[in-house]
C-alpha cells in the first residue's frame, strides 16, 4: 500500500488523551495535518524517519508528541491535555523524498497522504 494509514481517533472530553497512529509506506519524513471545518489545514508535527528530528506547531508544543517506530514503519501522535479547538480530521503524510524548499510543515512538502481520521474533543 503506497500511502499511509490513520488510526487511534475517536471523541474525549477536554483534558484526556489520545493517541494517534500512522503506518507509512516509506523512509521519509512524516507529518501529522489537521483540519477543522470551515479552516485550513494545518501542521501539528513531524518526524524525519531517519535520525528521529522532530518539530512542533506551536499549537501543538508541550502537549503533543511525536515518535516512531522505525522497525515497524510506524509514527505515532500522543496527545495529551485536549481541547475543543483540538477537534479536527487529522491526516498523516509522508514525504516523497523530494523537496520543494517548503519548511516541514509546507503540505506540498507531502507526497503521500492518508484519507484522515477524526478527533472529536468535547468540553
Known amino acids: 500500500q503506497n500511502q499511509p494509514v490513520e488510526s487511534g481517533g475517536g471523541s474525549v472530553q477536554a483534558g484526556e488523551s489520545l493517541k494517534l497512529t500512522c503506518v507509512h509506506p516509506?523512509?521519509?519524513?512524516v507529518a501529522w495535518f489537521r483540519q477543522a471545518l470551515g479552516k485550513e489545514r494545518e501542521a501539528v508535527a513531524s518526524?524525519?524517519?531517519?535520525?528521529?528530528?522532530?518539530r512542533y506547531a506551536a499549537s501543538a508544543a508541550g502537549r503533543f508528541s511525536i515518535s516512531q517506530d522505525q522497525r515497524k514503519r510506524t509514527v505515532y501522535l500522543q496527545m495529551s491535555d485536549l481541547k475543543p479547538d483540538d477537534s479536527a480530521m487529522y491526516y498523516c503524510?509522508?514525504?516523497?523524498?523530494?523537496?520543494?524548499?517548503?519548511?516541514?510543515?509546507?503540505?506540498?512538502?507531502?507526497?503521500?497522504w492518508g484519507k484522515g481520521i477524526q478527533v472529536t474533543v468535547s468540553s
Open positions: 503524510a509522508e514525504s516523497s523524498g523530494r523537496t520543494y524548499g517548503g519548511s516541514w510543515a509546507a503540505d506540498y512538502e507531502y507526497g503521500y
Open positions: 516509506y523512509t521519509n519524513r
Open positions: 518526524i524525519t524517519t531517519g535520525d528521529g528530528t522532530t
